[in-house]
């Protein structure tokens, strides 16, 4: 049997998001999903394809996101097209300094693609701390959760 898969992708400009990242990614991993977290930088659109969930995570800088993960969820966009990735499970998360709206913008720009955004996104301020990370960890069992929802079994 095939496992469902979570890609979790971020751009962490100090670590604590990659922290956030690597956390969710291991929250899905207690569940039973294939996940992995990995770079924008890295980011492999056929694996984003392929997975059954995707959770995008960006610090905030000036306000929102940065622009390039705004340019990457416009790459995966066109680059997959919506049909690809309509439906799949999502989640928004981020680390900031003062303001926090990276997640919120990601979660909208996540929903115009018809992706399936758990409410609500995380943000913690500044370095994860270990209740900071198990709260990472549930939203990977909350993917896991509602991907098992979505995904019927192959007979």
């Known amino acids: 049997m095939v496992k469902p898969k979570l890609v979790v992708v971020y751009l962490s400009t100090q670590g604590n998001t990659k922290k956030m ?35 995008l995570g960006s610090s905030t800088f000036w306000y929102k996101m940065h622009d390039a993960m705004e340019r990457f969820i416009e790459r995966m966009d066109k680059e997959l097209g919506q049909t690809a990735i309509e439906g799949k499970v999502g989640a928004a998360f981020g680390s900031y300094g003062w303001s926090g709206e990276a997640p919120v913008d990601i979660a909208r720009m996540m929903r115009s693609l018809g992706i399936k955004v758990i409410d609500p996104v ?26 098992k929802k979505t995904v019927r079994p192959v007979a």
């Open 21 to 55: 990242a690597d956390a969710i990614a291991r929250g899905a991993e207690d569940r039973g999903m294939d996940a992995r977290s990995v770079s924008f930088y890295e980011a492999d659109m056929n694996e984003i394809r392929d997975a059954d969930a995707i959770a």
């Open 122 to 147: 995380l943000r913690v301020q500044y370095e994860p701390n270990e209740r900071d990370l198990e709260e990472c960890k549930r939203l990977g069992k909350d993917i896991a959760n509602a991907v």
